[in-house]
């Protein structure tokens, strides 16, 4: 069983703004980081840190963190932001182990 | 630019053991915070994160695989391998290798392992 827990589905009409939930008590104590993944391809990174977006990353997409719920929003949602998303931290063991979430379908209407 | 490329059987039989090559370009483990990793994904599932090794050889590993799982480095030759003993069919996913700093950042294009007899 996974230590993040992440809504399932999600869905967002074109041009709204989604946001995207992780939960778990490693969240108190490190960042998360998000990932796009698209049918038959690797996750890319989209977020990392207390809110970084890698190079080349769209400025729509941001996070938060607040105790044990770190966010992914997404303001203005376009057709291919329509992925599945996954949130990873270190695990709560101390170990630097790393854990990722379920994974959030994320639907744009 | 940095590149990750996994290798290996594309099929394995159950109780056999698999080996995976992660090639790598664009950085060295020789330097300090890198780490290379690997996560493997059922069909249709999650992420799983399995293990990561470091440059001074420090190795982590998913406690629920641990005693499956052995992670080493061949630093002159940019690679990492991954072996995993006694394969059953649920280990049938897509294997990834990653690069890691402060999180894990780029990764390979993966490569779909069934387990099968």
């Known amino acids: 069983s996974s230590e993040l827990t992440q809504d399932p589905a999600v869905s967002v009409a074109l041009g709204q703004t989604v946001r995207i939930t992780c939960q778990g008590d490693?969240?108190?104590?490190?960042?998360a980081s998000w990932y796009q993944q698209k049918p038959g391809q690797a996750p890319v990174l989209v977020i990392y840190g207390k809110n970084n977006r890698p190079s080349g990353i769209p400025d729509r997409f941001s996070g938060s963190s607040s105790g044990n719920t770190a966010s992914l929003t997404i303001t203005g949602a376009q057709a291919e932001d329509e992925s599945d998303y996954y949130c990873?931290?270190?695990?709560?063991?101390?170990?630097?182990?790393?854990?990722f979430g379920g994974g959030t379908k994320l639907t744009v209407l | 630019q940095i590149t990750l490329k996994e290798s290996g059987p594309t099929l394995v039989k159950p109780t056999q053991t698999l080996t995976l090559t992660c090639t790598f370009s664009g950085f060295s483990l020789s330097t300090s915070g890198v780490g290379v990793g690997w996560i493997r994904q059922p069909p249709g599932k999650a992420l799983e994160w399995l293990a990561v090794?470091?440059?001074?050889?420090?190795?982590r590993y998913s406690p629920s695989l641990k005693s499956r799982l052995t992670i080493t480095k061949d630093t002159s030759k940019n690679q990492v391998v991954l072996t995993m003993t006694n394969m059953d069919p649920v280990d049938t996913a897509t294997y990834y290798c990653?690069?890691?700093?402060?999180?894990?950042?780029?990764w390979g294009q993966g490569t779909l392992v069934t387990v099968s007899s």
């Open positions: 090794i470091y440059r001074d050889d420090d190795k």
């Open positions: 990873n931290s270190r695990d709560s063991s101390g170990d630097l182990l790393w854990v």
């Open positions: 990653a690069h890691e700093t402060v999180t894990i950042n780029y």
């Open positions: 490693s969240l108190r104590s490190y960042y």
